[in-house]
């Protein structure tokens, strides 16, 4: 399948690109203008788009996408929607005009029901409204939900759906590796999946 990535530069895009290629996939960047891309592996292609403005073309061709970009820890409230929620919302609007597949969304574990004390309620009620968005859309899905992320590569022992047992963390890689089964597994289709890895 061809398969945009939205963030396919950042932590965990590094790991998810090479996995999708491993898998037999053509991965397709969404990239910047100025971005650097040296971290893409041969054998992944590139597209311009930013999602603060994104072509309405940008899905055209495209058999699934996987949105696992973010603004980052370091940006302001008004980034976070800018990115994680309209950029989020627009890139499913693109998706479901040029009739993709599969729109495999990277979300976060508690943001249905978010701590308003905590330092990342902003960024919950974005990832919320993106995935209120994309089930609402008509376009298949699938919802990831993983536990807070490590920069480890994980054993690919990992626990999904009702088996997560509590906040659990989850390793990039074993996200990434999920990110990629998600693309065409009948199984997780229309589905939101809590994640978790079990003993990174």
């Keep these: 399948m061809k398969v945009l990535v939205s963030g396919a ?8 690109v090479p996995q999708l290629i491993e898998a037999g996939h ?9 971005s650097d891309t040296s971290s893409l592996p041969d054998g992944c292609d590139t597209r311009k ?9 940008v899905c055209e061709g495209i058999d699934a996408v996987i949105f696992a970009a973010g603004s980052g820890s370091k940006t302001g409230p008004d980034m976070t929607d800018k990115v994680d929620r309209d950029g989020a919302k ?15 969304m990277l979300s976060a574990r508690g943001v ?24 609402a859309s008509g376009v298949p899905y699938a919802i990831i939900r993983p536990g807070a992320l490590t920069h480890d590569d994980g054993k ?25 089964r998600a693309v065409d597994d009948d ?14």
Aim: hydrophobic share 40%.
């Design 9 to 16: 530069t950042g932590h965990t895009g590094k790991r998810l």
């Design 26 to 34: 053509s991965p397709i960047a969404l990239v910047r203008d100025g």
């Design 49 to 57: 788009g930013d999602l603060t403005d994104l072509p309405q073309d």
């Design 90 to 104: 627009a890139l499913v609007d693109r998706a479901k005009a040029a009739g993709v597949k599969r729109f495999v």
């Design 112 to 135: 249905d029901d978010p701590d308003p004390d905590s330092d990342l309620y902003h960024y919950a009620l974005a990832k919320k409204a993106a995935d209120e968005h994309l089930i």
């Design 156 to 180: 690919r022992d990992i626990r999904l759906g009702d088996d997560v047992e509590g906040d659990g963390t989850t390793a990039r890689g074993d996200l990434a590796a999920v990110l990629v």
């Design 187 to 200: 199984a997780l289709e229309n589905r939101v999946v809590p994640m978790e890895s079990h003993g990174i």
